[in-house]
């Protein structure tokens, strides 16, 4: 099954370099140093920041730098595939792999030595791009916790239609398009994540990195924009609760 149809568009009505809507809400869980809930399309993932903090695992302390520790799980009813457990299985476990080495790229591990990092995903909803969407939901729970970051990472899925990279794939575009492929992208041109299914040739490897630089470039945007407006909100409320009393 083709991901483009005969006119140039997709069975949601985008084009072959449009994202899915962007929902975003940081904030989302107080508990946390750092939370954000976000949806790209119909896949909803929720992320919390605990830390920095001690380790509880003396073993896992480092001298001169901290670790990041991913708990990934999603919820029963999430996906389209029957599922027996929330967490633990291949998918999940190679999800927290990933993330893990991907912030520790990306995190100022060296000003929170001795210390551990932990990120928590609840995915409620995983309409493709799953991996995408929890990296780009720990850069903004990141943010909101105050971890010192190099800069502010995003991720992209792409797939292939007819040769032609098609961007932020969902659940039944990720079925139909071989190859696959998922990439974190800080800056411009520096790679912290990249994630294959299946193989690709490399002429084909060219286009879609290409795509998904562009891809990354909108979701950075409207990430910036969200913690502006996160940052705009906090102020305001401050400047509330500290201002002066009027005096009559």
């Known amino acids: ?57 003396r073993s896992r302390q480092l001298e001169d730098r901290c670790f990041v520790n991913c708990q990934f799980s999603q919820a029963l009813f999430a996906g389209t595939e029957q599922r027996r457990r929330q967490r633990g299985d291949r998918k999940a476990n190679e999800h927290q792999r990933l993330i893990e080495k991907a912030m520790e790229s990306v995190i100022l591990t060296t000003s929170y030595a001795r210390c551990q990092v932990d990120l928590f995903f609840e995915v409620l909803s995983a309409d493709g791009s799953v991996l995408a969407t929890c990296f780009n939901a720990a850069t903004l729970a990141l943010a909101d916790a105050g971890i010192a970051m190099k800069g502010l990472p995003t991720a992209i899925t792409v797939g292939l239609s007819d040769n032609q990279p098609c961007v932020d794939l969902s659940g039944r575009e990720e079925t139909a398009s071989s190859p696959c492929i998922t990439i974190g992208i800080m800056g411009k041109e520096d790679i912290v994540l990249m994630h294959l299914q299946n193989t690709v040739h490399s002429e084909r490897l060219a286009n879609m990195l290409e795509a998904a630089e562009t891809a990354c470039t909108k979701v950075n945007g409207l990430m910036e924009t969200a913690l502006m407006l996160h940052l705009q909100s906090a102020f305001n409320r401050a400047e509330r609760r500290f201002a002066a009393p009027s005096v009559v």
């Open 1 to 57: 099954m083709d991901i483009i149809g005969e006119l140039g568009y997709r069975r949601d009505g985008r084009t072959a370099d449009q994202i899915r809507n962007v929902i975003y809400r940081l904030n989302a869980f107080p508990n946390a140093e750092g939370s954000a809930y976000l949806e790209q399309g119909n896949t909803k993932v929720l992320c919390a920041v605990y830390g920095p903090r001690e380790p509880r695992q």
